[in-house]
């Protein structure tokens, strides 16, 4: 059973950091890419930034680029995402995820084909 759990929302101002991590289970962590999304309301879900399996590869939405920093600790079982610099517009639930393809992906399509998703954590930044 695949498990992905998101965690480390709140409430931050602008200008501010935050460290999300999700915790994964139940795979062979490193076999697998993975990503964080986002979806805020009334919005349709966007890719934030993904990494490969092995974590050398990375993409990041030019959204968030130059913010937001996704790295992952195989050893652990867990990635993260370290977002400074935080705007309104980064408001959203934050969801973690898993391809589980195991292909190369092109850079540009790192965040494509997730297929395993956790629950999201929500951030919310505000004043």
């Known amino acids: 059973e695949v498990q992905l759990q998101a965690s480390g929302g709140g409430l931050v101002q602008p200008g501010g950091s935050l460290r999300l991590s999700c915790a994964a289970s139940g795979f062979t962590f490193d076999d697998y890419g993975i990503g964080w999304f986002r979806q805020a309301p009334g919005k349709e879900r966007e890719e934030v930034s993904c990494?490969?399996?092995?974590?050398?590869?990375?993409y990041s939405a030019d959204s968030v680029k130059g913010r937001f920093t996704i790295s992952r600790d195989n050893a652990k079982n867990t990635v993260y995402l370290q977002m400074n610099s935080l705007k309104p517009e980064d408001t959203a639930v934050y969801y973690c995820?898993?391809?589980?393809?195991?292909?190369?992906?092109?850079?540009?399509?790192?965040?494509?084909?997730?297929?395993?998703w956790g629950k999201g954590t929500l951030v919310t930044v505000s004043s």
């Open positions: 995820a898993i391809d589980s393809s195991k292909r190369r992906r092109i850079i540009t399509d790192l965040c494509g084909g997730m297929d395993y």
């Open positions: 990494i490969s399996s092995n974590g050398y590869r990375k």
